[in-house]
């Protein structure tokens, strides 16, 4: 079946510094791929979305870009701030499925001063 | 603006009680969700719908039932709440066309004393 890794958390980063949070994932087929971020108390939003392969999504200064050969969508971001401070899902689509998404277990981003 | 609103932000009820979360969209998706989110297990399915009147099992349907009488609207039921049903549960909505991405409500977060 299809499966989502990231890599485990906490994250702590110093306000500018480059962020990179890994994530790779195996399924059947030519998946969709997210990352969603979820800001504390709150739902998930959509960050950033690829649909085949060597598309780049970025969003907000976001990036991330779908490599087939690697089995991977790594998010980065050259210089975070203060407020990127949240927790951020990995997923990708199932079109066999049901339009279900499966998603990764999440990894706690920390920005400090 | 894409909007998923959940009828209850914080909510306690004891053990059971019969409990409904209802969740409406307003974008006309065909496709809603019902997930719950507990620290380190990230988000699991428990129920979803592709149409009015379907529903599918997710991955943990034990203990939950839902209802889909109209497209907007989509509720999760507890028909006997119990502690280890205490959870954050977040409902999302998608198109079944394009890439299959979801949007989500701002969560009820559950306590069941």
């Known amino acids: 079946g299809n499966s989502v890794t990231q890599m485990e958390g906490p994250v702590t980063l110093s306000e500018e510094a480059f962020l990179t949070i890994n994530c790779t994932y195996t399924a059947t087929g030519y998946p969709s791929l997210f990352w969603y971020v979820q800001y504390p108390g709150e739902g998930l939003q959509l960050l950033l979305k690829a649909t085949k392969a060597d598309d780049k999504g970025s969003n907000k200064g976001f990036e991330a870009t779908y490599r087939k050969e690697t089995t991977s969508f790594h998010l980065e971001k050259g210089s975070v701030q203060v407020s990127d401070s949240a927790v951020y899902f990995c997923a990708l689509s199932d079109r066999g499925g049901g339009n279900k998404l499966t998603f990764g277990t999440g990894t706690q981003l920390k920005v400090e001063l | 603006d894409v909007k998923v609103t959940q009828s209850s932000r914080y909510l306690v009820k004891r053990t059971g009680e019969k409990v409904f979360l209802e969740c409406v969209q307003d974008m006309d998706h065909e496709n809603m969700f019902w997930y719950r989110q507990d620290p380190g297990l990230g988000l699991r399915l428990i129920y979803f719908s592709y149409d009015v009147k379907m529903k599918e099992k997710g991955d943990i349907p034990e203990g939950y039932s839902v209802s889909r009488e109209k497209k907007e609207r989509f509720s999760l039921i507890l028909e006997s709440a119990s502690t280890n049903q205490t959870s954050m549960y977040l409902c999302?909505?998608?198109?079944?066309?394009?890439?299959?991405?979801?949007?989500f409500g701002p969560g009820t977060r559950l306590t069941v004393t």
């Open positions: 999302a909505s998608s198109s079944s066309g394009g890439s299959y991405e979801q949007y």
